[in-house]
């Protein structure tokens, strides 16, 4: 008999882990990253060229919404240096999340609109990391997103790899 109730209370605390990790996975969320950004390519021959993937510092906003425990709707702002101007990107990230034990590891497409100096200029890439729950409702997350800006007949590319956190509500 103690047996029985042992298993059924080791079975009642699995599950409800499990539960509230899913739980974790179905909240709105609201984060900040840090991170470096590494810009490449000609943006405009006028104005300015970057060199080849040279460093910046890149910081930005996230709100992370979920549609569903794997599928989640990330917009973003993000600021960050091409060459010596200020540079902006707003982006719409579609992410694919697979559960692996306490680590949600994600992928996804990320479009969006890069404004560097007088130039707005669209943008397409992927994206991919991973989270997990550091503490209560605060997850921590490690991302790097490559993306191709399109400015007319010269494409820049842009490298980045942040690490923030985020507040579920």
Same mark, same amino acid.
């Given at each position: 008999m103690r047996t029985r109730i042992f298993m059924m209370m080791i079975l009642l605390c699995m599950t409800s882990?499990?539960? @509230?990790?899913a739980r974790g996975r179905d909240s709105v969320g609201l984060g900040v990253s840090l991170g470096a950004a590494f810009p490449d390519g000609q943006v405009d021959e006028n104005k300015f060229d970057v060199d080849?993937? *040279?460093v910046g510092f890149n910081w930005g906003f996230y709100v992370n919404i979920p549609i569903l425990s794997t599928f989640h709707l990330t917009p973003s702002a993000e600021l960050y240096k091409m060459g010596n101007q200020n540079t902006t990107d707003i982006s719409l990230a579609f992410k694919f999340i697979v559960g692996a034990w306490k680590l949600d590891l994600f992928v996804g497409l990320v479009p969006g609109l890069t404004a560097v100096n007088d130039i707005i200029a669209p943008?397409? $890439? =992927?994206? $991919?990391g991973l989270s997990f729950n550091l503490f209560a409702n605060v997850d921590m997350f490690f991302q790097v997103k490559y993306k191709?800006?399109? /400015? =007319? *007949?010269? /494409?820049s590319r842009v490298?980045? @790899? /942040? @690490? =923030?956190f985020l507040f579920n509500f």
């Amino acid at each position: 008999m103690r047996t029985r109730i042992f298993m059924m209370m080791i079975l009642l605390c699995m599950t409800s882990a499990m539960m @509230a990790q899913a739980r974790g996975r179905d909240s709105v969320g609201l984060g900040v990253s840090l991170g470096a950004a590494f810009p490449d390519g000609q943006v405009d021959e006028n104005k300015f060229d970057v060199d080849s993937w *040279d460093v910046g510092f890149n910081w930005g906003f996230y709100v992370n919404i979920p549609i569903l425990s794997t599928f989640h709707l990330t917009p973003s702002a993000e600021l960050y240096k091409m060459g010596n101007q200020n540079t902006t990107d707003i982006s719409l990230a579609f992410k694919f999340i697979v559960g692996a034990w306490k680590l949600d590891l994600f992928v996804g497409l990320v479009p969006g609109l890069t404004a560097v100096n007088d130039i707005i200029a669209p943008n397409v $890439g =992927g994206l $991919g990391g991973l989270s997990f729950n550091l503490f209560a409702n605060v997850d921590m997350f490690f991302q790097v997103k490559y993306k191709i800006l399109f /400015n =007319g *007949d010269r /494409n820049s590319r842009v490298l980045h @790899a /942040n @690490a =923030g956190f985020l507040f579920n509500f």
